[in-house]
């Protein structure tokens, strides 16, 4: 028999208004609430009354478990549903991204303040006035007036105004700081190599220090994630490679041999345009650069499209990059390698183990594979390219090149290393490659400094270079007739020429007379014409000219070869005596000054003219005056030390050095 129990049960704990409660009402704005309505407190929700249950039995129906389990658990009553409110978002650090109209104005203005300045700069040391005519001033405004408003162009809408202010100043001080040590070290003259070397180092530094300051204010903290440089770098790399692109294409259609005005000129002559062109090329390029910047704000489609397509293009082609490195070490064994090609390819595998990475774990397994090659074979190609780099330095010494090319070996053996350890640690477990991520934070910050230090006086590539030259003159590792004095004088600039004083003071007579000849060729590498040539000896043999094919033959530069000969505008003296009497007579050419003067006999044979003999150059003042007022005789020589035939070899015997005699006293009759 069924007892069935019909009494209603005693109302639950659950179920009691003091538990009726619904979360704090968020801050939000409703147009169908007032606000008095929003002050009042709302009712608390009464529970639902109970439908009539039904009548449960203990016996052999009850045997399912989610009816004991209903039975035992107390059933929850279910709360009015509430409307779903959004809790409210953080503002973003970005400053000013929600002004794009006022941004677009701005970025206009400075980019058009940039143009204008840049020519008014130009004008102005065209025309001798001040800052332009200072060039130490010059150099200063221009580095930093090229870069600074570029960073912060760059960081507009994407970093805090106060901060990027500040940022921008301090870029500016720097560069400005390095513009001035740019100008005295090359002191005066315009080196191409050397500002375009400059201007590579100064990029990367900027690039680097700003994709870390970006990094650093998304994560909110000095020493930023992976991720975050990561993202930020490759988004900042894409950015500008947009604008390179739209910034030299506008360069190339109205700036680049001002080929805009030409076609108008051309096509449009009545418009008549007597415009300096550099007044519009210039302020044109700068606002298209800065509307560049515009259009590829945080976020924008050009700029994700950018980026997705250059990591998708450093990523496939990091397979094609092995294969090409793998071929290059093993020809290796066969024939050299270029230095360059090594860097390159270098270069490019350390860009595209970071594609390939990206901190994600569940990229595919060829991925992985290429990246675990791709750093060992960077450590190969480094070793190569040493071994290149060592055998020039040794053969022909350092040069600010091979100095550049040194720091790139640096790095890129740091990277190497680092990659591969990374590799190696994977393999005992981990996530694939995952070390490279705080080897990667590592290297930004020595990539800064070693740029910073090649592009001031603490690694200046030219200081370097000059020393290790005149170092291997002097250690005699390199013989006078082979060292290349030309290097000091057109490459060294300042301290090239600083060293080519020194020798010609302090140096061997042989020493002497080249470092002088050195110091005063002119910069450009012009061959004097025949007349030039003629004009440049003053002959004191009255009566006698000098032989035209003495100044039609091609001369050669070289430490017997009087400088006349090769240089414009370089003055000789010239005789014609015979001087080994032989009935024809020879041309003696005496070059230098009062101080210290050096003279070559030039004698002509069966091909031609060629330096005979020199005389050293004397050390008793006066006696350069006295060979132009011919009170000079010829004399027989001295005895002097009779040869040894040994076996058909001629030996002569070179006088031992003896104290230097007292000058004589010249007499002016």
């Known amino acids: 028999m069924r007892f069935p129990f019909r009494k209603k049960p005693a109302p639950r704990w659950v179920d009691s208004a003091d538990l009726s409660w619904t979360p704090e009402e968020p801050l939000a704005f409703d147009s169908g609430v007032s606000p008095q309505e929003r002050a009042s407190p709302a009712p608390a929700p009464q529970p639902a009354p109970h439908a009539p249950e039904e009548p449960i039995f203990f016996g052999p129906g009850f045997s399912s478990d989610e009816a ?28 000013n991204t929600n002004r794009a109209p006022r941004l677009l104005l701005a970025r206009l203005g400075i980019g058009l303040a940039q143009g204008l300045g840049l020519y008014l700069l130009l004008q102005l040391r065209a025309g001798g006035m001040w800052p332009g005519s200072d060039p130490y001033l010059f150099a200063a405004l221009a580095l930093a007036g090229i870069f600074a408003p570029l960073v912060f162009l760059e960081g507009l809408g994407e970093i805090p105004t106060p901060l990027l202010t500040l940022w921008t100043g301090i870029v500016a001080a720097t560069l400005a700081c390095l513009g001035l040590y ?40 000095i020493f930023p994630s992976y991720r975050a440089c990561f993202d930020v770098s490759w988004s900042l790399i894409a950015r500008l490679l947009v604008w390179g692109l739209v910034a030299g294409t506008a360069w190339a259609l109205v700036g680049s041999g ?17 415009v300096e062109p550099a007044l519009i090329t210039m302020p044109l390029v700068a606002l298209v650069s800065a509307a560049t910047f515009a259009l590829t704000p945080a976020g924008g489609r050009i700029r994700r499209l950018a980026k997705r397509a250059l990591l998708a293009c450093c990523t496939v082609a990091l397979p094609m990059l092995v294969l090409a490195s793998a071929v290059i070490v093993l020809s290796r064994l066969h024939q050299p390698v270029s230095l360059a090609l090594c860097l390159g390819l270098g270069v490019l595998l350390v860009l595209a183990i970071n594609a390939s990475y990206r901190g994600d774990a569940r990229r595919g397994g060829w991925r992985k594979a290429s990246e ?31 100095i550049y090319a040194a720091a790139m070996l640096v790095m890129l053996g740091l990277y190497g290393a680092l990659y591969s350890g990374a590799g190696l640690i994977a393999i005992g477990g981990g996530p694939w490659m995952q070390r490279i991520e705080p080897a990667n934070r590592i290297m930004a910050l020595v990539l800064i400094a070693t740029c910073l230090a090649l592009a001031s006086p603490l690694a200046d590539p030219l200081r370097l270079a000059v020393d290790s030259q005149t170092a291997r003159l002097k250690s005699g590792a390199v013989a006078l007739a082979d060292f290349d004095f030309d290097y000091l004088r057109q490459r060294g600039v300042r301290f090239g020429q600083r060293a080519l004083i020194d020798m010609a003071q302090n140096g061997a007579p042989e ?26 000896i003053t002959l004191h043999t009255p009566g006698a000219r000098l032989p035209s094919s003495l ?14 000969l090769t240089t414009p505008a370089l003055s000789c003296d010239a005789w014609m005596l015979d001087l080994d009497r032989d009935g024809m007579g020879e041309v003696l050419l005496v070059y230098g000054t009062d101080a210290r003067w050096w003279a070559a006999v030039l004698k002509q044979d069966g091909a031609g003219w060629r330096a005979a003999a020199s005389f050293a150059s004397p050390s008793c003042r006066g006696t350069l005056e006295a060979l132009r007022g011919g009170r000079f005789t010829l004399a027989d020589p001295l005895p002097a030390w009779r040869d040894l035939l040994v076996a058909g070899l001629r030996l002569s015997a070179q006088p031992a050095p003896t104290a230097e005699l007292p000058c004589p006293a010249l007499s002016l009759k």
């Open 68 to 95: 004991f389990r209903a039975f035992v658990e107390p059933r929850a009553v279910t709360p009015e549903a509430q409307p779903e409110v959004p809790p409210p978002q953080a503002p973003s650090q970005a400053a």
């Open 182 to 221: 740019h100008h005295w070290r090359i002191q005066g003259p315009e080196q191409a190599y050397a500002g375009l070397a400059l201007a590579v180092l100064t990029a990367l530094m900027l690039v680097t220090a700003q994709a870390l300051l970006r990094a650093s204010l998304r994560d909110g903290k």
């Open 258 to 274: 001002n080929s805009l005005f030409n076609w108008l000129r051309a096509y449009f002559p009545m418009l008549r345009l007597s």
């Open 372 to 402: 675990f090659a791709a750093a060992f074979l960077i450590v190969a190609l480094v070793a190569i390219a040493a071994f290149a780099l060592n055998a020039r330095v040794a053969e022909l010494g350092w040069t600010a090149a091979r």
């Open 511 to 536: 020493l002497a007379r080249d470092a002088s000849v050195a110091l005063s060729s002119t910069l450009r590498g012009d061959v004097p014409a025949p007349t030039e040539i003629g004009a440049n």
């Open 551 to 564: 100044l039609t033959q091609p001369w050669a530069r070289g430490s017997i070869v009087p400088p006349c």
